[in-house]
């Protein structure tokens, strides 16, 4: 999908505890990282805590079904985020 794609830049969310350290599902977004990385592409981790809980909100307010999942929501939170410049994790870039 990078690929096809020609992403010059990947923003991964990386799911950080309250007060910015990093949890044990970091690892899966570090690998992902690691991966993408050995194609030439710019790869930012970007802390993504509360992304869950505002998508949830977002799809409240938005009348969507309870039981859909969130995830499109949370994507948008976490670019929404990176493009604002909040910063990525402790500001680093992989």
Known sequence: MVADHRAELVVIGLP???NGD???ACARSHALARELGTLGIA???QAEHLSSHEARQRARSSGRRPDLPVD???AQVIAEDYLAGRPARKGEQC
Do not use: P
Request: proline share 0%.
């Open 16 to 18: 950080t505890s309250a």
């Open 22 to 24: 990093e949890t044990a």
């Open 72 to 74: 499109d929501l949370a």
């Open 43 to 45: 790869i930012v981790l």
